[in-house]
């Protein structure tokens, strides 16, 4: 017991203490984006929010092809750019080819004669979008910045009534198409990141 009362412990306990304390400071996390709250600081990423966010603005994506690349596509835009629009004089170019298929998940035996087989309870979105972002380069040839797939599912349930099932598929596929926008935007993000 008298290891305990004399100063070795709380030695190794301060000791402990202050390198966990050392260590737990040195340990910064970077914001890949947002808005910049501390520019005023000595931080090394505090002008690279600046210029990350006027890269991601420069990025002209291609027309869709469906309605469901339009939902991407404007959902992308307004993410690049913060809500303002297309921007004036890109710099980058993405083509983006998105698209999506519906399966049925669950059939479920309801009992009436009408269907036999049973009817789907539920259903799944299934999206996903091949993209090329290129930059100018040497003598008017573009150059490959980023080539990626990236894919996303919603689930949906299938109501008996056919308006609300119809209205229940539409809704997972704008949903999917959201959440396929946001994955490419991360993705470019990280991209754009990297390069500075």
Partial sequence: MSF???GKIRGMTALSLSLGLTLAAGCTVKPLYGDNAMSSSNFAGAENNAGLRAQLASIAIDE????FSQIVRNRLIYLLAGGAGEPASPRYKLSLNAGYIVQQAVRV???DN????GRASSGTVIASADYVLREPGDKGKEVIVQRRKRSV???FDRPRQEYANLQ???????RAAQELAESIYLSLAQTMASKQ
């Fill in 153 to 155: 599912t919603s689930s």
């Fill in 64 to 67: 869709p092809r469906d309605r």
């Fill in 168 to 174: 229940a598929e539409e809704d997972a596929k704008k």
């Fill in 4 to 6: 305990f009362k004399n």
């Fill in 114 to 117: 009408t269907e036999r087989e």
């Fill in 109 to 111: 035996n309801i009992g």
